[in-house]
């Protein structure tokens, strides 16, 4: 764990309009997050989704992904940024994907011969599942990390593209399957994301959405930059109807070695338009008070984290 100087000033801020429902309205639920950095939590008062909010812009997010992000996160990553197959096993992360692609085959979402889409694939983890489970899929992986996808090419035996954008330009098959797996709280525009998708589905396509689940928020390290939106079953299953998607199935989800989730299967909508003309949802205020509870104890995991960091730093000056 670490103290970085990397700032987050006004300049680098912006109020937005809550994506769901645009509203402007907010009740401010944390005023601290896991690296102290001020990051403001709010719920919206028109619809309850919980995010951040000001936002880092555009600019100040591709700062902090390209030169700050692995300095942050080093505790969740593999060793020096470059995976291997031993932090995979480490991280069970081979087996949380393992568990998502049998969930899948079971369920019949993943069949033989398909076209599979990994959006935010990492080191390509859950597409080797995809493909352990059902040799003959089509495997594509969106990843922008070059050392990660190169890394996903050779263990999934996979396509790797860095961006949806480019994606795109390789005209690729209609895609039947998308798996958009802890991904989907880190884009700072979720709707147009996922409204984004369907020119490239096939009639039938399905997409699985995983999230952490806000409901079961019980330490301040869920709230970091990383995550600008906290969603609920409620907010979740309104961000898929927003964005032109039915909701087949939304449930809770315990992944091992992961934060308790909400897992989810869409697909499109047959009355297609996304839309303005969606009832408004009914703002439950879901895990309004998680996050509120969470801040409560915030002197506490702060005060955990300046003990590791001190403790680190004693440790380099003994050699
Ligand atoms: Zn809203």
């Known amino acids: 764990m670490q103290t970085s100087s990397w700032n987050l000033d006004r300049s680098r801020l912006e109020q937005v309009p809550c994506p769901l429902c645009q ?25 309850g989704l919980v995010m951040t909010n000001p936002q ?3 600019d100040a997010l591709d700062d902090f992904y390209s030169n700050h992000y692995r300095h942050f996160y080093s505790d969740f990553g593999p060793r020096d940024g470059i995976p291997t197959e031993a932090h995979i096993r480490a991280c069970r992360i081979d087996r949380r994907c393992a568990v998502t692609a049998e969930f899948l085959v079971t369920r019949g979402e993943l069949l033989s011969d398909m076209v599979v889409l990994d959006i935010g694939a990492a080191e390509g983890s859950m597409l080797k599942a995809v493909g352990d489970h059902v040799p003959s899929t089509r495997r594509i992986a969106i990843e922008p990390n070059p050392t990660f996808g190169r ?20 005209q690729p098959p209609p895609i039947d399957l998308v798996i958009i797996n802890h991904v989907l709280e880190h884009l700072k525009h979720p709707v147009q994301v996922l409204e984004s998708l369907k020119p490239l589905l096939s009639p039938t396509a399905r997409v699985y959405i995983e999230v952490p689940d806000v ?16 969603f609920g079953a409620d907010t979740l299953a309104h961000l898929a109807t927003n964005a032109g998607f ?3 199935l939304i449930e809770k989800h315990a992944p091992a070695k992961h934060p308790r989730s909400l897992r989810c299967v869409v697909s499109v909508s047959a009355g297609a338009a996304a839309s303005a003309d969606q009832p ?11 996050v509120t509870a969470c801040a409560r104890h915030a002197w506490f995991a702060h005060g955990k984290r300046w003990l590791r960091s001190a403790a680190g730093r004693s440790r380099s000056a003994g050699g």
């Open 23 to 47: 509203g402007v309205n907010f009740e401010r639920l944390a005023a601290t997050d896991r690296y102290n950095m001020g990051l403001v939590t709010v719920g919206c008062l028109g619809c």
């Open 56 to 58: 880092p812009t555009a």
């Open 151 to 170: 890394f996903a090419m050779a263990h999934a035996d996979c396509e790797w593209h860095a961006s949806l954008d480019n994606l795109r330009t390789s």
């Open 215 to 230: 409901l079961e928020y019980r330490k301040l390290t869920v709230l970091h930059i990383a995550h600008l939106y906290h």
């Open 246 to 248: 039915d909701v087949r």
């Open 280 to 290: 408004t949802a009914v703002n439950c205020r879901a895990g309004w008070d998680a």
